[in-house]
């Protein structure tokens, strides 16, 4: 089984910055791809980035130049630093872990963009 642990979430003015954790724990095989998605209210949930374990990454348009993801050494612990937060950016973020064929997700945690 695979465990995956958000954190990193919170409050934040338009214009600020957060750095999301996600901390992989259990199975891990070590070709596995990590990422970040999100869920705003009244919306479906959409991918924001993902990352390899060969570092190609994906961004989606809406956060390219803002958003930038990362993975330890290890593989198992990815990062989402997101820069000038805009209120649409208001959601709840997921970790999504993909290996051998199946998908592992986090239980989200709430970033909220406002003044």
């Known amino acids: 089984q695979v465990q995956l642990v958000e954190s990193g979430g919170g409050l934040v003015q338009p214009g600020g910055s957060l750095r999301l954790s996600c901390a992989a724990s259990?199975?891990?095989?070590?070709?596995?791809?990590m990422g970040w998605y999100r869920q705003a209210p009244g919306k479906e949930r959409e991918l924001v980035a993902v990352?390899?374990?060969?570092?190609?990454?994906n961004y989606a348009d809406s956060v390219k130049g803002r958003f930038t993801i990362s993975r330890d050494n290890a593989k198992t612990t990815v990062y989402l630093q997101m820069n000038s937060l805009k209120v649409e950016d208001t959601a709840v973020y997921y970790c999504?872990?993909?290996?051998?064929?199946?998908?592992?997700w986090g239980k989200g945690t709430l970033v909220t963009v406002s003044s």
């Open positions: 999504k872990l993909a290996q051998l064929g199946k998908d592992y």
């Open positions: 259990g199975s891990i095989f070590r070709f596995n791809t």
């Open positions: 990352m390899s374990s060969g570092d190609s990454t």
